[in-house]
C-alpha cells in the first residue's frame, strides 16, 4: 500500500542538504529511491525511483530538488513520482536548447515561448512509435508544473523570478481556456445595437429594476453584481463637486467586502433616484436596504439575484424586438456592458491616464480597480479594434501588418479569426494609447524615441480608422496654428508645429482614403 504522503524535515536555504534523507537515498543524490514509501507490487523498480540525472544544470537539478521534495510533504509518494516523470522532460530539453540554467532566467516572454515550442516543435512517441503533437491538456500539465515551482519558489525564497509573470497569462490561459474562447471572449455590443438598447431603456421600458440596471451598467462599466448590491443612500459628492455611488464589491481573499466608490454621470444619479422612490414603501416594508427589490405573491420582498439578472435581460431584448445584423434578437450578456463602457470612453477621447487620476479623488482602490480594467479589458478592445479583419490602420508599418493579418485570416471561419486576434494580442507587446496603439516591447528597455508616438513619426505607432475624429480635429488646430504662426512671422514656432504636421498628416489622409472605401 502507498503512503499517502511523508512527515519531512523542514528545510530552509540554510540546511544542509547532505543530512536530508529521503526514502533510501539523500536529497543530494540523482535518484531518490522511494521504495520504502511505494510498496505496491504491480509497479516496477524504476516506478519508484525519482531520477534527477538528465538535468545538466546544477541551479535547475537544484530547485526541482526543492519543489519535489515540498510535494512529497503534501501528496502520495507516486504521484509525486508521475509529476516530475511526466511533466518535467519536456521543460528540461528546453532548458538546454535554450541554454536556460535557472528558472530565475524565465520570464514571461521565455513562458510564452516555450508553450509554442511545445504546440508546434515538442513530438511525443505513441504506441505505435509514431511522432504526435501534444494534446492541450498534456501542454497544461507541462506548463502549470513550471507555473507552480515558480510561484511557490517565490514564496520559499528559491531561486526564481522575483516579479509575478502571470499577472494577466498562466498555463489555463495558453492551453485550456482556448476550447472555450469563442463562448467566453466578452465583446462589446455592436454600436447600432448598443443605441436601440439606451433608447429602449430610456424611453420605453416599464421595469424599473430592469431600466435601472441597464442604465447603471452601460454608463459605469460595473458588474451587475456590484450594481445589484448598491443601497438607499449610495450617492455621495466630492469635496469638488463630483458626484460618485457606493457599491459592494464581492467578497475578496480576505473574505471581507470592498465598498467600491464610482463617480457617475446625471442619468446614473437620476435613475438612483427614480429607483429609491420606486422602492421605498417596498424598502419601509421588509427593512432591506438594497435599491434592487421587488415583491412577488410567491416569494413576497426579495433582493435581486444575479442568476436571474438574464432572464430580465432576455425579456428585454424580446419585448422591444432588438436584433442584430443578423435578424436575430441580440443575445445580449451582461457582462458586455463592461467591455461596451471601454469602448465607449475610447470614442469619446477619454485617455484612460486621465480617468484613473479622476477616480483617485475618492480613494486609491478604485485606480486599482480601473488599472485592472485597463490590463485586461482595454487591451482587448484595442486588440480588436486594431487587428480585426474589417480593421483601417494607418502607420509607418500599417501596410506590413495588415498584409500579415490578412495571409493570417485567408479561408479562416469568424471564429477562426476570432482566435487569431486573441492569439496576437497575448503574444504581442501591446500599449493602449489615446489615439491608437504602441507596439513597443519595453522589456527591451526604455523607449530610445520617447517622443515618438508623439510626433507619429514612430514604426511602433498604429492607429485605426476609429480614431480618425481625435487625429483630424489635431491636424484641424495644427494647420491653423501654423496659418497663425506664419502671418505673425513666428518662423521659428511654426517650424516646430511643421515638424509634426509632416508625419499627422499623411496618417489622416490615408484613414481618410480608406474610409472612403479605397487602399490606403
Avoid at 511533466?87 to 524565465?106: D, G, M, Q, R
Avoid at 422602492?279 to 444575479?306: A, C, H, M, P, Y
Avoid at 495644427?478 to 517650424?495: A, C, N, S, Y
Amino acid at each position: 500500500m502507498a503512503i499517502e504522503k511523508l512527515q519531512l524535515q523542514v528545510i530552509t536555504n540554510s540546511t544542509d542538504y547532505s543530512n536530508i534523507t529521503i526514502g533510501n537515498s539523500k536529497f543530494t543524490d540523482d535518484v531518490w529511491d522511494l521504495s520504502p514509501f511505494i510498496t505496491a507490487e504491480t509497479l516496477k523498480p524504476n516506478q519508484k525511483k525519482i531520477k534527477f540525472d538528465n538535468i545538466n544544470s546544477a541551479d535547475l537539478k537544484n530547485t526541482v530538488k526543492l519543489f519535489t521534495y515540498h510535494k512529497l510533504g503534501q501528496i502520495k509518494p507516486q504521484s509525486v513520482w508521475g509529476k516530475i516523470y511526466k511533466s518535467l522532460p519536456a521543460f528540461i530539453k528546453y532548458a538546454e536548447i535554450n541554454n536556460i540554467t535557472s528558472f530565475s532566467e524565465i520570464d514571461k516572454e521565455t513562458f510564452l515561448n516555450f508553450s509554442i515550442w511545445l504546440k508546434e516543435d515538442y513530438i511525443i512517441k505513441t504506441n505505435h512509435n509514431k511522432g504526435a503533437n501534444i494534446s492541450n491538456n498534456t501542454g497544461y500539465n507541462i506548463c502549470i508544473i513550471i507555473e507552480e515551482i515558480i510561484k511557490l519558489g517565490q514564496i520559499k525564497g528559491w531561486n526564481v523570478p522575483k516579479t509575478n509573470i502571470f499577472t494577466d497569462m498562466g498555463s489555463w490561459d495558453l492551453w485550456l481556456s482556448q476550447k472555450t474562447v469563442k463562448d467566453t471572449k466578452t465583446k462589446p455590443i455592436p454600436e447600432e445595437v448598443f443605441d436601440k438598447i439606451l433608447y429602449f431603456a430610456f424611453n420605453k421600458e416599464t421595469d424599473i429594476l430592469t431600466k435601472a440596471g441597464i442604465i447603471i451598467q452601460s454608463q459605469t462599466g460595473l458588474r451587475i453584481n456590484e450594481v445589484l448590491s448598491i443601497k438607499n443612500g449610495c450617492i455621495h459628492t466630492t469635496s469638488d463637486g463630483y458626484d460618485y455611488m457606493e457599491v459592494t464589491l464581492g467578497k475578496t481573499e480576505k473574505g471581507e467586502p470592498i465598498i467600491h466608490r464610482v463617480f457617475i454621470n446625471e442619468l446614473v444619479k437620476s435613475t438612483i433616484g427614480e429607483l429609491e422612490k420606486y422602492t421605498e414603501k417596498l424598502r419601509q416594508d421588509s427593512k432591506f436596504k438594497e435599491l434592487f427589490i421587488s415583491n412577488s405573491k410567491k416569494s413576497g420582498i426579495t433582493v435581486s439575484k444575479v442568476g436571474n439578472w438574464s432572464n430580465r435581460l432576455n425579456n428585454f431584448i424580446s419585448d422591444w424586438d432588438i436584433r442584430d445584423n443578423k435578424g436575430q434578437l441580440y443575445p445580449l450578456k451582461s457582462h458586455q456592458f463592461r467591455a461596451t463602457f471601454v469602448r465607449e470612453l475610447i470614442k469619446q477621447k477619454v485617455p484612460i491616464a486621465h480617468i484613473m487620476k479622476q477616480f483617485a479623488h475618492v480613494s486609491i482602490e478604485m485606480t486599482t480597480h480601473y488599472l485592472t480594467l485597463k490590463n485586461e479589458e482595454v487591451k482587448e478592445i484595442y486588440s480588436d479594434i486594431i487587428l480585426s479583419p474589417t480593421s483601417k490602420i494607418a502607420g509607418l508599418r500599417a501596410k506590413e501588418i495588415k498584409g500579415k493579418l490578412d495571409e493570417q485570416f485567408r479561408g479562416k471561419t469568424e471564429e477562426e479569426v476570432d482566435d487569431i486576434v486573441s492569439t496576437i494580442s497575448k503574444s504581442m507587446s501591446f500599449n493602449p494609447l489615446p489615439t491608437g496603439v504602441c507596439l513597443y516591447d519595453f522589456r527591451r528597455g526604455n523607449c530610445s524615441d520617447g517622443d515618438g508616438c508623439f510626433f507619429y513619426n514612430c514604426p511602433n505607432y498604429i492607429t485605426e480608422v476609429k480614431f480618425y475624429p481625435i487625429l483630424k480635429q489635431e491636424l484641424d488646430l495644427m494647420e491653423k496654428e501654423m496659418t497663425r504662426f506664419k502671418e505673425l512671422g513666428r518662423e521659428r514656432d511654426w517650424q516646430r508645429q511643421f515638424v509634426k504636421h509632416q508625419y499627422l498628416k499623411p496618417l489622416v489622409d490615408s484613414l481618410e482614403v480608406q474610409m472612403n472605401g479605397k487602399e490606403a
